[in-house]
C-alpha cells in the first residue's frame, strides 16, 4: 500500500474469516461495532466472522457477543 495514497484515510472493508482477515478496500483502520472507536488495522485482534465486525477489545467483544444481536 502506499502510503501517500489519500483513501487510507478512509476505513477499510474487511472480510473476517475464522483466524485471519482479508483487506477488501484498503484502509488504515476498522470502527469498532461496539464502541464506534477507530481500530487501526496493525491493533485489530477481536472479531466476529460469523457478523462480519471488528471490535476494539476483549470488552467490546464480550458486549456484543453477550447481546445476543445478530
Known amino acids: 500500500m ?10 477499510a472493508q474487511l472480510h ?3 483466524g485471519e482477515f482479508v ?5 488504515r483502520f476498522v470502527i469498532c461495532a461496539v464502541s ?7 491493533a485489530l485482534r477481536y472479531w466476529s466472522a460469523e457478523r462480519q465486525e471488528a471490535y476494539a477489545g476483549p470488552a467490546e467483544a464480550l ?5 445476543g444481536r445478530r
Not at 502510503?3 to 476505513?11: C, E, M, N, R, V
Not at 483487506?23 to 484502509?27: E, R, Y
Open 63 to 67: 458486549t456484543a457477543f453477550s447481546s
Open 2 to 11: 502506499n502510503a501517500h495514497d489519500p483513501s487510507l484515510g478512509q476505513p
Open 16 to 18: 473476517y474469516g475464522d
Open 36 to 42: 464506534g472507536q477507530r481500530i487501526p488495522l496493525d
Open 23 to 27: 483487506v477488501l478496500k484498503p484502509g
